[in-house]
């Protein structure tokens, strides 16, 4: 799973670029305004960021926001353009690839994944980071500060659901449906005792998993710095 950060102004191209990303369980942000976008980079760190120039995209706004430190030194970057305003794409520019639109979301999937492995290496887009905590999804392993946790198989699949998904609160009923399936007729308490086992083994120093009250549970989207002891009198 990794970050892809999205500049457009168009609903349309919003929804390509998430069809595309979903089935690698990568998480998009939309955002329809440059400024927005480069404050994004900044406190969001995506793998990739993808701007649209088709509506109301300048060469001057591209150039601002391809030449942008962070935008260089975090993601790599594809532009989407129509066959008409390919000129914005200038020598020099920091693009790593583009795609002309309309664009297959088969396409275009084949293309992020091949940015997001260049950027991070042929591993990395099958581990999960967060602080201190790694999910590595091809090796079934969870490691907290380089040490491995002992989790249950569905302690697990809990913890990469939502890990995958970070910021985006699940209702018990969903997470039933989503780790243990449709036919499974146990009780949502049965969600907040695995939470509550996950929490006591990874959660030492760092905190995961937020509570939603009236709702449920979210992995935390923002890093939180560890935990330090209560102060003693």
Known sequence: ???????????????????????????????????????????????????????????????????DEAVQETAAVMVLC????????TPGL???????????????????????????GAEDGAVIRHGELSIDLERYKVTVDGEVVDL??????????LASNPGKPFTREALLNQVWGYDYYGGSRTVDVHVR?????????????DTVRNVGYRFIETYRPPRRPAARD
């Open 152 to 161: 249950t198989y569905k302690e697990y699949e809990l913890l990469r659901f």
């Open 1 to 67: 799973m990794q970050r892809i950060l999205l500049l457009t102004q168009d609903a349309s191209t919003a929804r390509v670029v998430e069809a595309a990303a979903r089935p690698d369980g990568h998480v998009v942000q939309v955002e329809s305004n440059g400024d927005r976008c480069l404050v994004a980079v900044r406190d969001w760190r995506p793998a990739l960021v993808i701007v649209d120039t088709g509506v109301g995209m300048t060469g001057g706004a591209l150039a601002t926001i391809l030449r």
């Open 82 to 89: 129509t066959a008409a305003n390919l000129a914005l794409i």
């Open 94 to 120: 920091h693009v790593d690839d583009f795609a002309l639109t309309p664009v297959d979301p088969d396409e275009l999937r084949v293309r992020i994944a091949r940015l997001i492995w260049q950027q991070n």
């Open 197 to 209: 086992r996950i929490r006591a083994k990874i959660e030492q120093r760092e905190q995961f998993i």
